[in-house]
């Protein structure tokens, strides 16, 4: 894997946009991870009110201002990234593995399975991906982040599926999957250790590109009063709140919706530069 | 007013890579006259392909260094406008690749491909083109030329494509045919139906051939005169008596000698000892 | 040691049916050099899939000393005929290193133990030529022949009785080529192996086969020992094929056969 580094890294540098995204990713995690530390505020994470600062406009003290119940919108902001994140990584670590397996299986195994699984497959990709989540939530017992994360899962499989299908069906008449079959080894093998490693460039970047998509997806469940519960800090569910003040209290909304902007902004330029860098379409 | 259609003199060409510079062709020097028929051999990395590339203007990348000129009718064309190669292009200098039916367009009849040809020569209106098209096919033996220009080239075999290619680069009489190894992915019988035919046809026009292959019984087949280019270098030039009976340069030798022979029993054993082809000085016939 | 009897085998292509191969019947023996000839549409492709277990055949037998061979097969018979693509650039999976690709076949079929895993794979880069350094590069570091080679080592990993070699030259430089066929006869001849090589190119069977097979549209053309095949060819196929060949000596052109 090293090999690839030297060659590729080249190409992604030589592309402002893609660089100045994976700054801004980098910058979102690091901040998501040590918020405790960077943030003023950490306790108005949990369960805190202070009704005397409520509602106050952006100041030195409070960055981006207090939300209604005297909550600074900054820390929360920052903490409100570490539920996007897992909300991005979960979904899709559950998510990618389902659509992979299918994907390989159907393109490679073929016929009857092919049959099945890409048919279970277009079903899911009729249904617009918000659509599916709302419908899977309605049928859970009452919204909560992780059922959330469950639910745009199943909304999100079928797409990898699709790319791994593509792809497996195009590298199975290769030379090298011939040679693998001839020496006698198992589909098992030729799937996942054959073919898998040529449709990581692929896989990797759709994933980057994805977590953004996923961010955004949730948010907009958020925004409808699922995902994230209070007190937990959700950037869709700070939108939401603030949404019915605008435009006297902007800043209730204003930050955590650009905080959305910037993460989402920031996956989709790297996974840009990825698709550049490897030369793939996804 | 020089004699000569085509004159290459001290061609360079390099690729700027992340590894470093590729130099692809370190100063060549190559001349055809009018209807001759060149052959220009040599293995891969040779920097036998990207010369016909440079002929037909087509390596403008940012990437990429050349130096030397290329004399085609007595204007240098190496770094000529593309607005000006178009005209040339078809017109004056026509190619034909190795494989027929990757170089025609999949989604279009023949018939189609034949019209964007003859425009080159104001045949515009499409029933113009086809019946010109398909007298061109009738004399080359293609005996129901309205099928196949009614046909997709999927619908054609590898020996009918390359006939169909032949006539399309042939169609306006240009002065310079490049081939870029074109037998190699036909059927033996077929390779020797594909060169007689193209022979025949340049003969009729005296279009001049450059002919681009790896392949010496190709080349004797066909050729009167031969470059032998190894690694960016011409390593030898002359006719084909005296390439073939007389090789000079220790790699035209080992070209030939490697080539296994229909009137031996074994095949020929390798020297193990193989010196730097490139920096042996270059064989010039007398 | 191999014997096919009256094999024929069709393909649904497009609503026709094609009969790539028409009542075929060989015997290859131990350590012929068996060459099968034949242009584009031939069957020889499909006689080899066949041999290899990719393809069932339609009717006939095809067995392999007392074990009557389909193309479901257990490993024992699996790792015995091994096979030599033509395209050297599409025969090793570019995200694999060279260690990992030979040693696959040595895993599966169990040929060494794990701890003398490194030990057999530089044996066998040892036998085509390669250097041990070549064992943790990539595909796209190596040139068409090196990649050929490393083809050639995966396939006497298994440690074979047959190899079936199809075109493995044609892809490849006449330099490269020369060397990689005197390679593949002295392997031959160090471990008593069985070829099977298919070419289109008469030369090289002139030089390297005892034995060839002459394929036209699915049938059997000539079949018979190499010698005689090319000083007396029987049918006029034969005799076209032999005069086509892009000789370059005024020698050879004169032993063609006269159309």
Redesign the interface.
Known sequence: MNLFK??YY??FSRNPLSVFGLVIVIGVIFLAIFAPFITPFPEHVGPFTDFANKSKPPSSTYIFGTDKIGRDIFTRCIYGYRISLTLGIVVLAIAVPIGVTMGLCAGYVGRKTELVLMRITDVFLAIPALVLALSIIGLLDRPNLFYTMIAVSMAWWPWYTRLIYNITRSIKTEGYIKAAEIVGATKFHIMFREILPNCLPSLLTKITLDLGFVILVGSSLSFLGLGAQAPTPDLGTMVAKGASLLPDAWWFSLFPGFAILIIVLGFNLVGDGLKDMFDVDV | MSEKLLKIKDLELSFKM?EGISYVLKKINLELSRGEKVALVG??GSGKSVTTKLILGLLNQKNVTKKGEIIFNNKNILNLPQKEFKKIRGNNISIIFQDPIAALNPVFKIKEQFYEVNLNKKYFTKKDSFQRAAKALEKVSIRDPERVLESYPFQLS?GLAQRVVITMAMINKPQLLLADEPSTAL??????QALDLMHDLTKETNTAVLLIT?????V??FAEKVYVIYRGVIVEEGTKDQI?SNPGHPYTK???S?????????????DES?PDYASIKKYVHS | MIKIKNISKKFLVKNSTVQALDNVSMEIEQNDCFAIVG??GSGKTTLANIILGIYNYDNGELWLDNNQLFSKRNLKLRKLIQFVQQNPMSTLNPKKTIFKTISLPLRIHKIVSNDKVVERVEKLLSYVGLDTEFMYRYPDTLS?GQKQRVAIARALASEPKILILDEPTSAL???????V??LL?DIKEKLGLTYIFIT?????V???ANKVLVMNKGKIDELGIT?EV?SNPKSKYTK???S??????D??DE??PKL
């Open positions: 030297s060659k080249y190409k | 992340y293995e891969s590898g059927d033996v019988t077929i390779q020797n790896h392949n010496m019984g190709v004797r087949k073939f080992a070209l030939l490697s080539i296994p022979k229909l009137n031996s029993d074994q095949l020929p054993k390798f193989a | 242009e584009s068409g430089d006449v330099i490269v080529q020369s060397k066929l005197n006869l289109h190119d008469l030369s090289v002139k030089n390297i010698k090319f076209t094929l032999i086509a060949i892009p000789t370059v000596t020698e050879e032993i063609k």
